[in-house]
């Protein structure tokens, strides 16, 4: 089995030549595996990105909510005396208490008759 010295010459070359395409198909998947988690790394920045949004837009709905209502507390409590007020001052015009004052006017003719 002795083999010419061209011939193992050619041997090693074809040898060598295999080795480095396994090297290059191993950094080309290197490559492509870096290309993937590149990629990974973008879409899960987008997804940050979308969660900030989110959060963003959730804060900003609540601080909308919350001024709104303390607007309308505000409102209340600035014409809480005016709303009071006005319950107070109320006068029902439907309500006639005759009898009350029937009843004061016999008790002023009453007290006269009784001093006699």
Do not use: C, H
Not at 6 to 32: F, L, P, T, V, W
Not at 65 to 93: H, P, Q
Request: hydrophobic share 25%; no cysteine.
């Amino acid at each position: 089995m002795g083999l010419y010295k061209e011939e193992e010459k050619e041997r090693r070359r074809k040898e060598r030549r295999s080795e480095e395409r396994r090297g290059e198909e191993r950094k080309g998947g290197e490559e492509r595996r870096k290309k993937e988690r590149r990629g990974d790394e973008r879409k899960g920045e987008e997804e940050e990105r979308r969660r900030r949004r989110k959060a963003r837009r959730r804060t900003l709905f609540w601080l909308l909510i919350i001024a709104f209502v303390s607007l309308v507390f505000s409102a209340l409590t600035g014409n809480l005396s005016i709303i009071i007020e006005k319950f107070y001052n109320y006068k029902d015009e439907i309500y006639r208490p005759m009898d009350t004052d029937r009843m004061k006017y016999e008790q002023e003719k009453a007290k006269p008759v009784g001093k006699k």
